[in-house]
């Protein structure tokens, strides 16, 4: 007899949020906010450090310009996934490298990140709330 305890199956809500966070990095690394923009709720809000919620109207702006400043890399690897009727949050360990395109110093940065999901009418999951605590991590001493 078999005592061990396996992994439950991945649910297909779980999956199609693996899924979604996925797409948003990568539409995040290739400055795609056609994608992003589908991908939220259109009562979306974001909360950072150092800056004052906002919604998708200002998302845009914001994209915009660090693509513009930067040529951006993030990665994030999601910890936990939870599902619960109509309603899902994440929890991710991100990094985002800052290259400026007008030359100078990469700027790294580290945090968390807790995202609420909704799941619309449609059927689709979206972006409905996103915390993250980023911010930049100090270079390593030089020799």
Known sequence: MDCRNPEPAMTADEQAIR???ATWIEAVNLGDLETLDDLMADDVVFVGPGQQP???SAFPAGFTQAHQQFDLRCT???DEVT???EWAFSRATDSLWLMPRNGGEVVVMAGHRL???RKGGDGRWRYARDAHTVQPVAPPPRA
């Open 19 to 21: 899924t979604l966070h």
């Open 83 to 85: 599902v619960v009727g």
């Open 76 to 78: 994030s690897e999601l």
């Open 54 to 56: 906002f919604g998708k």
């Open 115 to 117: 995202t609420v999901y």
